[in-house]
């Protein structure tokens, strides 16, 4: 199903010469990689957090915690 937001998309790319539409290409497939790889970045820092949190949180003061 496509939507308004995309047809108003396909509108203006329909009115583009080929090397701009090679431009678009590009950029998209830039985005698509950037957002991958912020995806990755978040799940290791995330990761990486869990580890050191687990340090402060995982002790008996705050055991009582732990049970609710």
Known sequence: MTTAYEQTILQKLRHLPPERLAEVEDFVDFLA??????????????????A?????WDNPADADYDRL
């Not at 050191?52 to 402060?56: E, G, I, L, S, T």
């Open 52 to 56: 050191a949190f687990a340090r402060v």
């Open 33 to 50: 990689h950037r957002q991958a790889e912020e995806r990755a970045l978040t799940q290791a820092a995330a990761h990486l957090a869990t």
